[in-house]
C-alpha cells in the first residue's frame, strides 16, 4: 500500500506544526499578507567542561531558521522571490562568533503542485556560507517542496535530512 500525504495544505502544515512544536520555538504569521505561515526556529548549545563552568574546554552553538510557506502552485519567479527573502531573512537571524559551530536555513514549500523549472531549480540550489573561514562556524540553506498533486517531498542536496525528517512526519 503507497503511503499518502494529507490530502489539503492545511492538513500538511498543521501536522507540520505540530510535529515540531515540541522542539521549535514557532512564530506564526498572517495568510492574507504573504504565502509564509510559520517560523519555526531551533537553538542548541553545549559545552564540555572540567570541574567547574569557569574551566570550559569548548563550546558549541547551532541553530535553524525553518520557514513553512504555502504556495497553491509553486512557479520558477515565486521559488526565485522566496528563497532570496528567506535567504536575507535568515541571515540576519545567524550570530556568527566564536562559539558558533553552523547554522541551518531552511524554506519548507507546500504546495498542490509545482512547475517542472522551479523542482529543478530547488533541486540545483547550493547556498552556503563559511564565517571567518569556518573558524566562526558555517551556514547552510536547505530547500524543500512538498508536492501533494505528485504525492512526492524533494530537496536540494543538501536538505535530503530535512525532507527525510518531514516524510517521517508527513507519511505517518
Not at 523549472?117 to 547556498?127: E, G, P, Q, T, V
Request: include cysteine; proline fraction near 3%.
Amino acid at each position: 500500500m503507497e503511503k499518502r500525504l494529507p490530502e489539503t495544505r492545511e492538513a500538511v502544515i498543521s501536522r507540520m506544526l505540530k510535529s515540531y512544536a515540541g522542539y521549535y520555538n514557532i512564530t506564526q504569521y498572517e495568510k492574507e499578507q504573504s504565502p509564509l505561515v510559520a517560523r519555526c526556529d531551533f537553538f542548541e548549545h553545549s559545552q564540555k567542561y572540567v570541574i567547574s563552568r569557569k574551566a570550559e574546554l569548548w563550546s558549541a552553538d547551532s541553530e535553524e531558521f525553518l520557514y513553512i510557506l504555502d504556495v497553491p502552485h509553486l512557479t520558477l519567479e515565486l521559488y526565485e522571490k522566496w528563497r532570496d527573502q528567506v535567504y536575507e531573512d535568515g541571515m540576519g537571524r545567524i550570530h556568527p562568533g566564536p562559539g558558533h559551530m553552523y547554522s541551518f536555513i531552511t524554506p519548507v514549500f507546500v504546495c498542490d503542485s509545482c512547475g517542472e523549472d522551479a523542482k529543478k531549480a530547488l533541486k540545483k540550489c547550493r547556498l552556503y556560507k563559511s564565517f571567518h573561514f569556518s573558524l566562526h562556524g558555517w551556514m547552510d540553506y536547505h530547500t524543500v517542496v512538498v508536492d501533494l498533486k505528485k504525492n512526492r517531498i524533494d530537496s536540494n542536496r543538501s536538505g535530503h535530512t530535512a525532507a527525510k525528517i518531514l516524510k517521517k512526519v508527513l507519511y505517518s
